[in-house]
């Protein structure tokens, strides 16, 4: 069983950085890929960045492209998401998934972490 735990979210002023983990357990992910979604209140859950673990390919949402880098860690079985100029449109619970393409799409991950909190004040 694959279990993903995320960890790093907090407040933070607009214009701040914050760095999200996401460890992950249970199985050898060198075949995975490991993205980052976000949902923020009101919302539909939405795609922010994935990371192919074993080509290191990576994709972004646009709205997040020059901000946010996603990154891993092949010795912790960790994927980072750095996250830099901060803005209050960014506040959202943030979510780590793994699944077995690189692809923006939600369904397509398999498994899901609970979440972390990440609000950005104006």
């Known amino acids: 069983q694959v279990q993903l735990v995320e960890s790093g979210g907090g407040l933070v002023q607009a214009g701040g950085s914050l760095r999200l983990s996401c460890a992950a357990s249970g199985r050898t992910f060198s075949s995975y890929v490991m993205g980052w979604f976000r949902q923020a209140p009101g919302k539909e859950r939405e795609f922010v960045a994935t990371?192919?673990?074993?080509?290191?390919?990576?994709v972004y949402a646009d709205s997040v492209k020059g901000r946010f880098t996603i990154s891993k860690d092949n010795a912790k079985n960790t994927v980072l998401l750095q996250m830099n100029s901060l803005k209050p449109e960014d506040t959202a619970v943030y979510y780590c998934?793994?699944?077995?393409?690189?692809?923006?799409?939600?369904?397509?991950?398999?498994?899901w972490g609970p979440g972390t909190q990440v609000t950005v004040s104006s």
């Open positions: 998934a793994a699944g077995g393409i690189v692809t923006t799409r939600l369904p397509l991950y398999d498994y």
């Open positions: 990371i192919s673990w074993s080509s290191g390919r990576t």
